[in-house]
């Protein structure tokens, strides 16, 4: 079964808005990784957060992570058209496989 | 971009084939992995490898195999391909297994008919 499952499977928002995204997931991990999609590519990095980090900023991108809450999420402020995407995160658990959600589709609209 | 590239890029086979899916990669890197991308499941891992010769099952790898005989190529088979197996493969590949970022080829789309 999957780890990591994102919320909400899509979103649509103004060019300008912030775009927020969570993915929950079940069993404990080493590190939480976001991956953006475009339609008919491969998935690209985003940024990658520690068990032991609580925030962390990539230019317009901020990740949080709760692990308490077993949760995190990605931030995307003033948002592009070019941001139109699919959104990713991924867990890598203990057994250091990589382990993937279903994805959030993102649209920014003109 | 990372070196990492898939071949073929687009696939028709008929049930029943077998099917080998080739990843190349330049970047000298240890890990590599298959995924499988379809609607509403996001990726699944296939198999992946730790090394030259060394791999392991993912969480999908009935009627798959790997083969992994130089560092820079690792072969998905599909052993006799069916309708199930039709989607979207992705290779990636890390310099730790896990603890890094991973590189994803550009896909290869696979139907089988």
């Known amino acids: 079964s999957q780890q990591g499952e994102e919320d909400p499977q899509a979103l649509s928002i103004q060019e300008g808005e912030n775009a927020t995204m969570n993915c929950s997931y079940k069993?404990?991990?080493?590190?939480l990784q976001w991956y953006r999609q475009n339609s008919g590519r491969g998935l690209v990095h985003l940024i990658l957060?520690?068990?032991?980090?609580r925030e962390k900023h990539s230019g317009r991108l901020r990740v949080t992570l709760d692990t308490s809450k077993k949760s995190s999420s990605l931030l995307i402020t003033a948002s592009r058209a070019a941001d139109t995407a699919s959104y990713f995160c991924?867990?890598?658990?203990?057994?250091?496989?990589?382990?993937f959600g279903a994805g959030t589709t993102v649209t920014v609209r003109a | 971009d990372a070196g990492i590239t898939q071949s073929p890029r687009h696939k028709v086979t008929e049930t029943g084939t077998p099917v080998t899916l080739r990843c190349h990669q330049t970047?000298?890197?240890?890990?590599m992995y298959w995924y499988r991308q379809d609607p509403g499941h996001g990726l699944r891992l296939i198999h992946y490898?730790?090394?030259?010769?060394?791999?392991d099952k993912g969480e999908v790898s009935d009627g798959y195999s790997v083969s992994r005989s130089k560092t820079e190529d690792f072969l998905l088979t599909l052993e006799s391909a069916t309708s199930s197996q039709t989607s979207v493969y992705f290779c990636?590949?890390?310099?730790?297994?896990?603890?890094?970022?991973?590189?994803f080829g550009q896909g290869t789309r696979l139907t089988v008919v």
């Open positions: 990636a590949i890390s310099e730790e297994q896990g603890g890094s970022e991973a590189f």
């Open positions: 069993t404990s991990i080493n590190n």
């Open positions: 957060i520690r068990s032991n980090e």
């Open positions: 991924a867990t890598d658990r203990h057994d250091y496989k990589l382990s």
């Open positions: 970047e000298n890197h240890r890990y």
């Open positions: 490898s730790y090394g030259v010769k060394d791999t």
